[in-house]
């Protein structure tokens, strides 16, 4: 089966992993385009080469790029026309300009179109954007969606095709793994270790996490990883808060640096908060975390708590009261860190490795190439 995918997020060398399992299935060829490099905020995310082993990565120009909604790949027919794939999956949600237009691409040339949507909150998209959706939902031959209140939404919104409930990607057990030593060794000595992974705004709750750390009476220290418009208010809000010392921002850390930092914590806190126009779609660094036995502490927010299972623990979204208490909770039970962490890996080894990502996206791709659905 010849398949052509055209992503934007494929310029990160961590996530090409899902790309080689994907190739290494029984009768795959895969030929993956994806842009130079990716404009987003301000920062240039470059083409990592880093897995590419089995399957062809070319890169494809971008016009327009660091703009959401209407960047688009002017020679997308070009290689549409070399590839000649038996299926299009076009990486992008369904109102965007470079979606509508590759659908049409692809449905000029009889080639059945799939898309991913991670939007998980009811939107209406003004026009054209709206006519943009509509149109790709009447031609696309199957819809790919990262979670669950996705696959509601463009169900809702008219879309009839199959639909399929699969993470865009999977981790890598193989480089998220838990450290040999045990949990009594690893906190002889020193603090209890929290960690904190995510985009430096209000809605990731990095602030609902340090009035709950400011509450805790046993020593312990906070790692802030990521990079943000809020630093400085986050750390100003730390130093209100009495516990600077304890707070490390350590910035934005490279796709393939991320083990390191997870097998150093004891718990990671997803704290994320639901606002009118987001919520949760995911929670990459619960599972990550997950599958290096460290035990996770989320919030209620979207997704999270359908990731997360019965392998951490959840608290209401914006309860400080509530996440101090799950906090106290593994600092004080050694056991119930342990247990959670070996669920937490159970978890991810069974459905949210690269493997298991590929495998269940090229099953639905074969579903709609011999017309199973």
Known sequence: MRILMVSKALVVGMYQRKLEEMAALPDVQLTVAVPPFWREKGHDWRLERTFTKGYELTVLPMRLNGHYHVHYYAQLGRLLDRVRPQILHFDEEAYNLSTWLAMRAAHHRGIPFAFFNWQNIPRRYPPPFRWMEAQVFAHAALGITGNEDAGRIIR??????????????????????????SLHSRQAGRPFSIGFVGRLIPAKGLGVLLEAAAGIKRPWRLQVVGSGPDREAFEARARELGIADRVEFVGQKGSVEMPAVMQTLDVL????????????????????????????????????????GDAGLIVPEGNVHALQCALERLQDDLELREKLGKAGRARVLAMFTQRAVAERTVAAYRAVVHNEH
């Not at 809702?156 to 793994?177: A, W």
């Not at 908060?273 to 990550?288: A, D, I, N």
């Open 156 to 181: 809702d919104k008219g879309y009839r095709g199959p639909i399929e409930v699969i993470p865009q990607f999977g981790i890598d057990p193989e480089l998220f793994f838990p450290l040999a030593e």
């Open 269 to 308: 806190a997803g704290p994320s908060l639901t606002s009118p126009r987001w919520k949760e779609q995911f929670g990459r660094m619960l599972v990550e975390a997950m599958s290096c036995e460290v035990p996770v502490i989320g919030s209620d927010s979207g997704e999270i708590p359908q990731v997360i």
